[in-house]
């Protein structure tokens, strides 16, 4: 049983990405959850074709593994967080969330990737919810097509207050689809302790046929706040065993957006934490983790 751990980039915008890349690496993490931005890999900036290649020369030199995230807070709209999303209003907005995801899907499918994350977004003021719904399939299945033109899954990721929320919300879009092949599931396990009924370890079981990314942080029940290892309420040993057992071989990337400002230092404790953590699960890891 191995779990192979990433950092995401998104904990690291102070840094340039080939700093970022390198400090990974030399901290044994066998991966990295690249967020497209403005600062790191801009998927709206000239030459997108020629920089990805330079990424991914730079990710083989390292050794190091990638997922595409796409959670950038203004790499489309500068004045709106996270907008606009799949769900906007206007279908011209939607269908410039939709153009990203497929880019997303295209710069993935160049750097070896194997998984592009999204979320659905917030369901806008006076929505109901059967139009949000309508609108979310619409807008994804051009993003869904790229996915299956590449090879690349697509993982979805249940996000507190967004339409698609719960595990319960991913199943539902599964279903209205005809639950498609590319289709997948990024997992946050803090998510799984703030807001699902079951244990973020029965999570992970629960969810481990459709896994494809996987995020994990600290949480609080009830509070959407993503925190170092230690500060929050999940037990990691039963997680990471969970996470094992069911023969995932994704990334499993630490989710700490909020902490760029301390980002190499607990890029350092996060990897410790977690090796700690397997090591009394009896977890092997790659990349200088612990034995079983």
């Not at 990805?52 to 083989?60: E, I, K, Q």
């Not at 990314?213 to 929050?232: A, K, S, T």
Request: with cysteine; hydrophobic share 40%.
């Amino acid at each position: 049983m191995t779990l192979h751990f990433g950092y995401g980039t998104n904990g690291l915008t102070d840094l340039r990405l080939d700093d970022a890349l390198g400090l990974l690496t030399d901290l044994g993490y066998a991966g990295v959850g690249l967020t497209l931005d403005h600062m790191h890999l801009d998927p709206l900036a000239p030459d997108l074709t020629e920089r990805t290649r330079r990424v991914g020369h730079r990710l083989t030199s390292l050794g190091l593994r990638v997922t595409v995230e796409t959670g950038a807070r203004y790499v489309l709209d500068p004045r709106r967080k996270h907008g606009p999303s799949l769900l906007d209003p206007d279908p011209e907005a939607r269908a410039a969330r939709t153009a990203l995801l497929v880019r997303a899907v295209d710069v993935a499918a160049e750097l070896g990737a194997h998984a592009v994350h999204c979320f659905s977004g917030i369901t806008p003021p006076g929505t109901a919810p059967d139009t949000a719904w309508k609108r979310l399939t619409e807008a994804i299945t051009p993003v869904l097509d790229a996915a299956d033109r590449t090879g690349i899954p697509l993982a979805i990721e249940p996000e507190p207050g967004h339409l698609l929320a719960t595990l319960a919300d991913f199943h539902h879009l599964r279903g209205l689809l005809g639950d498609p092949s590319s289709l997948g599931l990024t997992l946050d396990i803090g998510h799984c302790q703030c807001l699902e009924e079951a244990t973020p370890a029965q999570c992970v079981r629960d969810s481990a046929p459709w896994l494809r990314h996987v995020q994990i942080e600290d949480m609080r029940r009830g509070v959407h706040e993503h925190l170092p290892f230690g500060d929050g309420e999940i037990d990691f040993p039963p997680v990471l065993a969970a996470l094992a057992a069911t023969g995932y071989q994704g990334l499993t990337v630490v989710e700490l957006p909020r902490h760029s400002h301390a980002g190499p230092e607990l890029a350092r404790t996060s990897i410790d934490f977690l090796r700690n953590a397997m090591t009394r699960g009896t977890i092997g890891t790659s990349k200088g983790g612990a034995p079983c």
